[in-house]
DNA sequence: CGGCAGCTTGAGTCAATTCAAGGCCTGTGG
DNA sequence: CCACAGGCCTTGAATTGACTCAAGCTGCCG
């Protein structure tokens, strides 16, 4: 999976010129002139399903943008346990920045392609930009958001709200149109029952029975075990457990 | 303790002299003639446990430095059902930035004092100085890393693991002196029984009667219903679940 | 074709909850 | 000074939601 053909002269490298991230991800943080330095370091990476990207040998993972696919980040008891802390779509920064040990694991959860660079530059590039580091600062913010939103699901939700929120967020992040809450909306779940499992702190088993409980009642409709349609967002949204209320 | 010996052109302000928060806070970030301006538009203030700090209609608390005390920070479902989705200790950074709407409430779980100032103080100084929006970056990446581990406890630890955790956790936030793991630790629980089991996800029954369970085995002893001592520490580790494996 | 991974479904079990009662402080008012 | 009320905490008994264990289905791949 080599692409870099270094083209120094060119005003915009490319490579960035059809890419996704190019405006709403970090590099939009980048001038002209910034990103033709940076797009020197970068290469292009497909990792199919279950690809480890952080926590094998390969540094050069250290720090992507995820163009497509979305990937999963777990942590794991010595016993086997593990938990799912995050999900990342694209356009998504992937890497934990000023640390050299992430306590977390990232792997593909569907196929996924990235956009690497090695940690110098883009270490290099944050002291140059604080405009990047701004970006990253933000992504940081709604991250922690999302897994504040998270702990209140593993804490306080029943198991059929679990799995009613994650139906929800992922019908959210997955999205390809329009949404409203009263149009069908349909995706493909990027996880198996086991994995949403590990994400909602169940067992494969009771997110099986819940999902066929959720189809049994007209909620979703399920195809080919994968493939979701959700008829009326504001149904599901109803099995999600009270909307937390501010004050 | 002297204050008034080292007086530049620029005097640093009285306040800001015996300050805690002073180096190793955000404030660290700030020169001189920097936190003189800052410091103007500052104000302290004392909270008794069960004070809200957000979610009141009072925006002078926006933003604040925790100079000393606990500060729980909740999310509460329409029913009632409340967690806990994180703890802060001084000289931590309090307040959302660049989101006017906070889904979280903060609260004073034990006496507190604050350092506050205006929202737009602290994101005027922030454009200003790179620096204080780093060390702002740096707190939030930990918050973070602390969410996730939170996260592995609320939905994969037994209701024992949980409670031992919890000690952990404050034994090590709260500690003053030197943490060895075989000298013991003791320190005062910042939580009620029922706060405790919101941050876990647990009953206040069940953490009673874990904690019930950890002083009959002798990992720990509990004088006036809050004051714990830890004789060993890494006893009370084991106790955890396995620790996560990088890898 | 067999083997395997992922998924579903059922039956029985158990950890944590709910419900209930009582103890221990602390502050308040007679 | 004591009596009393109200938090907070502990403990017990009964209940239950999610888990474990087990079996069988489906689709895919060699």
């Known amino acids: 999976m080599t692409v870099g053909q270094n083209i120094h002269s060119s005003p915009i490298p490319v490579l960035c010129h059809s890419c996704e991230a190019r405006h709403s991800g970090v590099c939009g943080a980048l001038d002209p002139d910034q990103l033709v330095r940076f797009a020197e370091t970068t290469t292009r990476h497909k990792i199919e399903p279950g690809g480890a990207l952080i926590g094998d040998a390969e540094p050069v993972y250290s720090y992507s943008n995820l163009l497509s696919g979305v990937v999963k980040l777990t942590k794991?008891?010595?016993d086997g346990r593990q938990q799912i802390v995050g999900l990342q779509f694209s356009p998504d920064f992937l890497g934990r920045p000023f640390k050299l040990e992430?306590?977390?694991?990232a792997e593909a959860a569907t196929s996924v392609t990235l956009c690497s660079f090695p940690r110098a530059a883009v270490e290099r590039m944050m002291k140059e930009s604080p405009e990047l580091e701004h970006r990253l600062f933000k992504q940081t913010l709604n991250e922690l958001d999302d897994a504040r939103e998270l702990m209140v699901t593993l804490g306080r939700k029943t198991a059929p709200e679990k799995v009613a929120s994650f139906l929800l967020m992922i019908g959210r992040n997955m999205h390809s149109g329009v949404d409203s809450a009263e149009r069908p909306t349909c995706f493909d779940l990027p996880l198996t029952r086991a994995e949403i499992s590990d994400f909602l702190g169940l067992t494969n088993e009771?997110?099986?029975?819940?999902l066929t409980r959720l189809r049994a009642d007209g909620v979703i409709r399920i195809e080919n075990k994968r493939h979701v349609t959700v008829d009326s967002m504001s149904r599901l949204e109803q099995r999600c457990g009270g909307r937390v209320a501010p004050l």
Chains 1, 2 share one sequence.
Request: glycine letters at 0%; a positive charge; zero cysteines.
């Open 102 to 105: 992430s306590a977390i694991n």
């Open 206 to 210: 009771t997110v099986s029975r819940q």
């Open 76 to 78: 794991t008891l010595s």
